[in-house]
């Protein structure tokens, strides 16, 4: 079977780098990444844009849009990315940078991080987002859910917060990261309610293979509330497999979520799906 992992990291955060080498055990670097592909028939990874100008900075309101990755120098023809947005720093010049970047082939979608940074899915200083999605055919993909940072506010990413703009711009693909975990019930209802919304599946767990084997062994109730969200929403055809690398190894992770997704929609989900919501990677893939 082929995989799209629709949702991964390539950026020189210190906290990325931290997790790597104490919780996940994966080599993060760009060569680190394709050799895990290769492993496990990845065929196309999609990076999510980000920076922070200082270590252990992130979110980090002097990052300069666009946000990108920047720990591939050349972007290798299996990497395609989301360019991610710093609501700080949205002026003319950054919007023109921004509209520059959706032009290249591997700029596949734009990135919000809900939580990290203070405003709603719905605030006005995002507008701007909205158009450019509308305008070249590319998803919106929000952070949702728990922040991997305590200087994150909870308020902001809930999931509920995207429903607004789901319903205020029905011409945007939008795709909520992490299906809003912990709050996935609610996260299923926006997409379960919603034409334009989907979800993916990544960085529901953090760690190596011993610890998603420790979890699963010793607290069966631990994914509970993620098994009942993935029913209720009954929808296979809009959940997308991501890992949120280098949070957990590629490998470990494809196993977890062949776990929770029942085995005659795991192609939908590992795959097909994601051509669906970043029309853009269709070339990237043949």
């Known amino acids: 079977m082929k995989i799209i992992d629709a949702h991964m990291h390539l950026s020189h955060i210190e906290e990325f780098h931290r997790t790597a080498r104490q ?14 592909y290769a492993d496990h028939n990845v065929v196309l990874g999609i990076g999510m844009g980000l920076a922070e ?6 979110p980090d309101a002097d990052a300069i849009n666009p946000m990108i990755l920047d720990m591939a120098d050349d972007m290798p023809a299996s990497i395609a990315y989301c360019i991610g947005i710093n ?19 591997n700029a596949v979608g734009l990135k919000l991080y ?41 308020k902001y990413s809930h999931p509920l ?15 909520m990261a992490h299906f809003g975990d912990p709050w996935v019930l609610d996260g299923a209802e926006v997409v379960y309610k919603n034409r334009n919304v989907y979800a993916d599946l990544s960085g529901l767990l953090v ?7 420790r ?10 509330h993620l098994r009942h969200a993935i029913v209720y929403c009954d929808h296979y055809d809009k959940l997308l497999f991501g890992t949120d690398w280098p949070l957990a190894p590629i490998g470990t992770y494809i196993e977890f979520v062949k776990s929770i997704i029942p085995e005659k929609y795991q192609e939908n989900v590992f795959y097909h799906n994601a051509l669906r919501v970043f ?3 269709l070339p990237l893939v043949r």
């Open 23 to 36: 919780l996940s055990g994966v080599d993060y670097s760009a060569n680190g990444l394709l050799q895990e």
């Open 53 to 58: 100008t200082k270590a252990d900075g992130f």
């Open 87 to 105: 609501p700080y720093q949205c002026d003319e010049d950054s919007w023109k940078r921004v509209e520059q970047e959706l032009q290249k082939p």
């Open 114 to 154: 809900l939580g990290y940074y203070p405003f709603y899915a719905y605030d006005q200083i995002y507008d701007r987002v909205y158009e450019l999605a509308a305008k070249y055919e590319v998803p919106v993909v929000f952070h949702s859910g728990d922040t991997y940072s305590e200087r994150g506010l909870l």
């Open 161 to 175: 917060t995207i429903d607004e703009v789901a319903v205020k711009h029905r011409e945007v693909t939008m795709m």
């Open 207 to 213: 760690g190596d293979s011993r610890r998603f084997a």
């Open 215 to 224: 979890l699963d062994e010793e607290s069966p109730l631990f994914f509970q």
């Open 279 to 281: 029309p853009k990677i």
